[in-house]
């Protein structure tokens, strides 16, 4: 049952956000995740090359939807 919730959770979530790759003004890229509204949500550190970029995204969805939240206030 819980296995099934994260299943629809994930998928809801990702017709609802959206990774963009960009290219910064020194030519570096970098990737954004976007809110369906628009609204950036996460920008990247810069990469040299496109493929880095690409495994930046892949290591964000591997790894967080289990990090867990330290309120450090």
């Avoid at 994260?6 to 030519?27: A, D, H, P």
């Amino acid at each position: 049952m819980i296995m099934s919730c994260l299943k629809y959770l994930e998928r809801r979530l990702n017709q609802l956000t959206r990774f963009e790759i960009k290219k910064s003004s020194n030519s570096q890229y970098y990737f954004v995740l976007k809110a369906s509204n628009g609204q950036i949500l996460v920008t990247s550190e810069t990469y040299t090359t496109k493929e880095s970029a690409k495994a930046g995204i892949q290591s964000v969805r591997t790894n967080a939807p289990l990090a867990s939240v330290l309120d450090l206030t």
